[in-house]
């Protein structure tokens, strides 16, 4: 059960905002449930599964809130009719796309849009708590400047592509994995997996 701060007599239910690192959500999504999918290029079944499997995941166990924000951050690859496409299912899907034409093996627009886009709310307060999608190891001193700044930091990844120096820095860590959940007998699901079942 959550916990609801007290202010004046009144109970206070914190601010929350999602942050998603999609190109590695993406990717070890795919591993995780035994998929075929280009993460540079997601169709928008992978979009439409992936964000529900965020929003699905519990923020906290301590505290008790509502969602003000929801970013997707990617890159890809494709025309600007692909790039439109693709940020009008994120929009569908009530996420703020944050998208980055790859170009070669370039993709550290991802990285660094997320941390900025972090550090600009954490700092104008516009979050209380922040849950942070990601993995990665690079991730750990934009997890511990956002705590300086006053806010809570939780995360939430696959086992696979994930630092133990990041879940650490974490105030609290789900880890993602597939189990018994209505998420996987939803037909949003069942889509996905029709689009992207390895061949055999």
């Not at 009008?88 to 093996?105: A, D």
């Not at 993995?135 to 939430?156: S, T």
Request: aromatic share 12%.
């Amino acid at each position: 059960m959550g916990i609801a701060f007290m202010h004046g007599g009144s109970s206070l239910r914190l601010r929350f905002m999602r942050f998603v690192d999609g190109t590695n959500f993406l990717s070890h999504m795919a591993e995780e449930l035994k998929i075929e999918l280009k993460p540079y290029k997601p169709s928008l079944e992978s979009i439409r599964f992936a964000t529900s499997w965020t929003k699905a995941m519990p923020i906290s166990n301590t505290v008790v809130g509502y969602i003000v924000r929801n970013y997707w951050f990617s890159s890809y690859e494709g025309d600007d009719v692909f790039h439109d496409n693709l940020a009008k299912e994120l929009r569908n899907c009530e996420f703020e796309p944050v998208l980055f034409k790859k170009r070669g093996n370039r993709e550290k627009g991802v990285d660094i849009g997320l941390a900025k886009e972090m550090l600009v709310n954490a700092f104008n307060q516009n979050f209380d708590l922040g849950v942070l999608f990601a993995g990665d190891e690079d991730y750990v001193g934009l997890v511990n400047e956002v705590k300086r700044y006053g806010q809570m930091i939780n995360g939430a990844f696959f086992s696979h592509g994930l630092s133990p120096k990041l879940q650490t820095a974490f105030d609290e860590f789900r880890l993602i994995k597939k189990e018994r959940s209505t998420l996987f007998e939803d037909q949003v699901y069942k889509d996905l997996i029709e689009k992207h079942s390895k061949p055999g």
